[in-house]
């Protein structure tokens, strides 16, 4: 099945779709000819500002916080990509109890609302912060993806599952944006740990595989895509020679904040047991599955940033920044 036959004359819809990740889909789904894209969100500023770019699509104002309201949104829906989230690690940590209402009750919400209008394929958003969690954030979409997977064990004709990233490169909140605005206003880069790893994945390759996942689940599973990392230095003397004409010496080290990995795991030694591999994906069976694929690995390997491809050279890393784009898009 290609792209196109996943998407044309499909009614769509995306929760979070104001933020990074949902403008990004929206724009590559548009171009396939779908039914319908709607957009569901709380922030009312940023769907109207959308609706500029795309009036086109359908907008609704929502929390998935709230059951009823998301169960009005699945009305004649096929597809859902679940977006939205509390993804930010500092806010997390100071208000735990917010995590857990909008990723954890929200997914639960989510896939009650789905099964209730037989939407076709739900696929859920998550993070390398959800394994081996250990920060609020992370426990709140480790147990998202839980919640998300576990629909299947049940006989239900929606098929649900899960993808999983680590650093999307110039999404809100990632580390590229805040170093460009460092530079704007004058300041200094703030790096934590000079040897801290990071996945480097543009949005484009995000959308490419919550498609790939929307076509090959059969229910449950958690789909990785393989991606090339670097060091935090390494990357930031890559955006100072982009935009800062290579000015070394605009770096401080301040230390690991808390809840912070060094380096991001995407596939841990349990999963990799009933995980299979191929170039560009790991796919993790659930648990459950009566047959579940042997890796070829030894049991103890893990996938992260740290064993993944290492960028070290500025130029590899320049080209992944211009492949990027603007970050101002990514609102």
Do not use: W
Not at 65 to 70: I, Q
Not at 196 to 218: C, G, I, K, N
Not at 281 to 305: L, N
């Amino acid at each position: 099945m290609k792209t196109s036959d996943q998407i044309t004359a499909k009614s769509i819809l995306v929760t979070g779709g104001t933020g990074s990740f949902g403008n990004k889909v929206a724009q590559f789904l548009e171009g396939y000819n779908p039914k319908r894209i709607m957009i569901y969100s709380r922030d009312e500023k940023k769907q109207y500002e959308m609706e500029q770019r795309h009036p086109d699509y359908a907008y609704m104002v929502g929390d998935v916080r709230d059951a009823e309201r998301l169960n009005t949104a699945m009305k004649g829906v096929d597809l859902v990509f679940h977006a939205a989230a509390l993804k930010q690690v500092p806010a997390c940590e100071s208000h735990p109890y917010e995590a857990v209402k909008t990723n954890i009750v929200g997914a639960q919400n989510l896939a009650e609302a789905a099964i209730r209008n037989d939407v076709a394929v739900v696929v859920g958003l998550s993070t390398d912060k959800a394994v081996k969690p250990i920060n609020a954030m992370g426990v709140s979409k480790a147990m998202m993806e839980k919640i998300i997977c576990s629909q299947n064990i049940y006989p239900i004709a929606t098929r649900f599952c899960c993808v999983r990233y680590g650093n999307v490169m110039g999404s809100r909140g990632s580390v590229i944006p805040l170093f460009q605005r460092q530079i704007t206003e004058g300041r200094k880069l703030t790096i934590t740990d000079p040897s801290m790893t990071r996945f480097l994945m543009t949005l484009e390759q995000s959308v490419e595989l919550v498609l790939h996942a929307t076509h090959h689940t059969v229910g449950g599973e958690v789909f990785v895509k393989k991606a090339p990392a670097a060091t935090v230095l390494n990357l930031a003397k890559a955006v100072l020679t982009k935009y800062a004409d290579g000015d070394f010496d605009r770096m401080e080290i301040t230390g690991v904040r808390p809840g912070e990995k060094r380096h991001e795991v995407l596939v841990n030694e349990y999963e990799m047991t009933r995980s299979t591999e191929s170039d560009n994906f790991f796919v993790i069976y659930p648990e459950y599955r009566q047959q579940i694929p042997k890796h070829d690995g030894c049991f103890g390997a893990e996938y992260t940033s740290a064993n993944t491809n290492q960028f070290e050279k500025i130029d590899q890393l320049i080209a992944l920044l211009d492949a990027m784009g603007d970050t101002n898009s990514y609102i």
